[in-house]
């Protein structure tokens, strides 16, 4: 019998002490693991069969990752069939809470209204979520996976849970195979060294205060707050996004990794 896990990830707005010093609120992404008992061990084929999106092996035959963050479009398909079976109490407990984009002199009016809802967003990270909230985004994923599997001719699959990762967990995910890897791409910069891409940056992040974006050219990353979930390049297990773009939580209480596009280079590193 073996294990399988599966990584989705969410995003919220949360005060750190460490980020202060560069903003006040910071996008942290959750990294979800889905643990699946198995009947028999599955290889990557057999693992695509739970139809989470692009599955990645990122362990052996018994750790596989989605390959990019939960979107607001996969969001909004959780609060509808809440709403749906639950009614418009459930619905209002599970909104984001998009006041979190009001950061004084800022101008973040525009990302209040429109970042969660509007369709050219629908392929963006969802942040602004509770802890209570991702732990929803669980619950349903995980009943529909397994409700799903209980009427499948497949029954090498016995239950599938939803949770939060270790801190081990998402390192060993973010190194893409590598044991010394010090951000989730090879070497030891932030910028590409291929020759169709050299130069360009690998990840969202901040070069100083208040520079989320950086000037023309391959100075820039692209995006002024968090960029599309496929964005730059993949770890070596093509894992999207390990670092900067929203910062990831894991089990252990108040400890995130990653960065954000809100950070500066030194909170890339795994």
């Given at each position: 019998m073996g294990n399988i896990l599966f990584q989705v990830e969410l995003g919220c707005y949360v005060t750190k002490a460490f980020y202060l010093s560069y903003t006040t609120k910071n996008l942290l992404k959750r990294i979800i693991l889905f643990s699946v008992t198995l009947l028999q061990l599955l290889d990557c084929i057999g693992a695509e069969r739970l139809l989470v999106p692009n599955c990645k092996p990122v362990k052996g035959n018994y750790l596989f990752a989605a390959e990019t963050e939960v979107t607001n479009g996969q969001y909004?398909?959780?609060?509808?069939?809440?709403?749906?079976?639950?009614?418009?109490?459930?619905?209002?407990?599970?909104?984001?809470?998009?006041?979190?984009?009001?950061?004084?002199?800022?101008?973040?009016?525009?990302?209040?209204?429109?970042?969660?809802?509007?369709?050219?967003?629908?392929?963006?990270?969802?942040?602004?979520?509770?802890?209570?909230?991702?732990?929803?985004?669980?619950?349903?994923?995980?009943?529909?996976?397994?409700?799903?599997?209980?009427?499948?001719?497949?029954?090498?699959?016995?239950?599938?849970?939803?949770?939060?990762?270790?801190?081990?967990?998402?390192?060993?995910?973010?190194r893409g195979g590598d044991e010394n890897a010090i951000f989730p791409w090879p070497g030891l910069g932030l910028r590409n060294t291929t020759d169709k891409f050299k130069g360009q940056f690998m990840a969202n992040f901040t070069r100083g205060g208040g520079d989320y974006m950086g000037v023309a050219g391959s100075l820039n990353d692209g995006a002024d707050i968090?960029?599309?979930?496929?964005?730059?390049?993949?770890?070596?297990?093509?894992?999207?996004?390990?670092?900067?773009?929203?910062?990831?939580?894991?089990?252990?209480?108040?400890?995130?990794?990653?960065?954000?596009?809100?950070?500066?280079?030194?909170?890339?590193?795994?």
């Open positions: 909004l398909l959780f609060l509808a069939d809440e709403y749906k079976n639950y009614g418009y109490e459930r619905y209002l407990t599970l909104l984001p809470d998009t006041a979190q984009w009001n950061t004084p002199g800022r101008f973040n009016e525009p990302y209040q209204e429109h970042y969660f809802r509007h369709p050219a967003y629908r392929n963006y990270p969802v942040v602004n979520l509770t802890k209570k909230q991702v732990e929803a985004y669980c619950n349903w994923l995980e009943s529909k996976l397994n409700v799903q599997y209980a009427k499948s001719t497949d029954q090498s699959i016995v239950s599938i849970d939803v949770r939060l990762p270790s801190d081990r967990e998402w390192q060993e995910a973010a968090t960029a599309p979930v496929q964005s730059y390049w993949p770890n070596g297990f093509g894992l999207y996004n390990m670092a900067g773009n929203v910062a990831e939580m894991v089990q252990e209480e108040g400890r995130t990794r990653g960065g954000s596009w809100a950070s500066r280079a030194p909170y890339l590193e795994i």
